[in-house]
């Protein structure tokens, strides 16, 4: 099974600063038949479901602000958030979906600095 | 509007039987996939297993396998998750969530979750 490995586990970052999660799995994620990472984005605030981000590994959501971007492919990927606001304050986990088993990242907490 | 409503809260005793739901509404609920979503007590995500509502075709990760049933009505457009016999880990908010295609299984809508809380 894929393991996904998120680094770090927390990081607090000043508001209007950039901030950057990092996400690992055990094996490639990348199909090479369509050239797309098997790699999706949440942000959990508490007290309230996750909200997907990202999928394909770059692709926004509709409706999600533009600070928020994916990037990476094959085993490592990274979600950055281009200038940290109040609201985004929460925790976030990468999932991947390639093959028959998914699975998540253990999340990420991120708060003001 | 796309909504997933999940059933309330539960309190249960170790070795009790449990369903709780999952009502979709807003969109063809026959043609989506419906995961649950297990989220311990200050912990990650675990995927526990996903139903395609239009053939009830199931699928178990793993970990779960054996401990759960998943199940789906389409007529009343309403995904199941059930316990035989509850254990005290099986404390935890539970999360249903639809996806569109099973090589595209990203949560896009999200139920508001059902605590399940085990006790004795």
């Known amino acids: 099974d894929i393991v996904m490995t998120q680094s770090p586990d927390s990081l607090a970052v000043s508001l209007g600063e950039r901030a950057t999660i990092n996400c690992k799995s055990s094996?490639?994620?990348?199909?090479?038949?369509?050239?797309?990472?098997?790699l999706a984005w949440y942000q959990q605030k508490p007290g309230q479901p996750p909200k997907l981000l990202i999928y394909?590994?770059?692709t926004r959501e509709s409706g999600v602000p533009d600070r928020f971007s994916g990037s990476g492919s094959g085993t490592d990927f990274t979600l950055t958030i281009s200038s940290l606001q109040a609201e985004d304050v929460a925790v976030y986990y990468c999932?991947?979906?390639?093959?028959?088993?998914?699975?998540f990242g253990q999340g990420t907490k991120l708060e003001i600095k | 509007e796309v909504q997933l409503v999940q059933s309330g809260a539960e309190v249960k005793k170790p070795g009790e039987s449990l369903k709780i739901s999952c009502k979709g509404s807003?969109?063809?609920?026959?043609?989506?996939?419906i995961a649950w979503v297990r989220q311990m007590p200050g912990k990650g995500l675990e995927w526990m297993g996903i139903?395609?509502?239009?053939?009830?075709?199931?699928r178990y990760s793993p970990s779960f396998q054996g401990q759960v049933t998943i199940s789906a009505d389409k007529s009343i457009s309403t995904a199941y998750l059930q316990w035989s016999s509850l254990k005290a880990s099986d404390t935890a908010m539970y999360y249903c969530?639809?996806?569109?295609?099973?090589?595209?299984?990203?949560?896009?809508?999200w139920g508001q979750g059902t605590l399940v809380t085990v006790s004795s």
């Open positions: 969530a639809r996806f569109l295609g099973y090589t595209s299984r990203w949560l896009d809508y």
């Open positions: 807003g969109y063809s609920f026959s043609s989506y996939w």
């Open positions: 139903i395609y509502p239009g053939d009830s075709d199931t």
């Open positions: 094996q490639s994620v990348l199909y090479s038949s369509n050239n797309k990472n098997y």
């Open positions: 394909w590994a770059s």
């Open positions: 999932q991947h979906y390639y093959g028959s088993i998914t699975s």
